[in-house]
């Protein structure tokens, strides 16, 4: 009896597993509309990615032109700022610093930050700087201009002295949102006033124009 039984058992198991087989090698089978599925997500991501690249790409030729481009006007009053990346990496020159050309194997889509730092000593100046930065939310790509000025030291027990850093939020958009011209106009009127203040000798203006006009962003030292 109990052979009968394990007889039974075993041949109802055996129909089972033939059952789930035959059901399992059809063309619908789950895993083949998952991996449909997934294949159509992983094309659809890599086209995104590559247009926000491109996108990138082209925002960052644009902004590393004008950032130089800036840096050479106020070179003229003898103004000096540093520029980062180099500009030994992303240009040419036929004549320094005035004859040049972006550099077309420079890999401008890799780089995520841009900056412009003012090296002068009086009145506190130096590490102001217009800063670009590329950052992602929610798989979203960005780009934020800030001003960073520096305002003033602080000892701490631990650390020591520490310079305090303040920022204003210029202009924040999705690279595939971003209307370069409304950044180009708030980029200008930026820069004409803190060209002014130079000329003046006057960088509290600069910073009471910055504070009525733009977001207050973070605060950290360095």
Known sequence: MQGVITFIWNKALHENVIFMAAKGSKKDDW????????EKKTAQAKKSSGAESTQKDDLNRIVISDFWKILLRFDKINI???IEPNHTQFAQFEKYPYEWSLKENYDFGGVNQIQLV????EQGRVGDALKIRHYTEDDVQHLMLTFEYCEGEHYYKYSGWKRIFGQYILFDAPIKKLDIDQFHTVLADVVRNWYESHLKHNRDAFLEYLGNTFEKGETYTQ
């Open 118 to 121: 003012d090296r002068t000593r």
């Open 31 to 38: 895993f083949d509309n998952l991996d449909k599925e997934l």
């Open 80 to 82: 000096h700022f540093s």
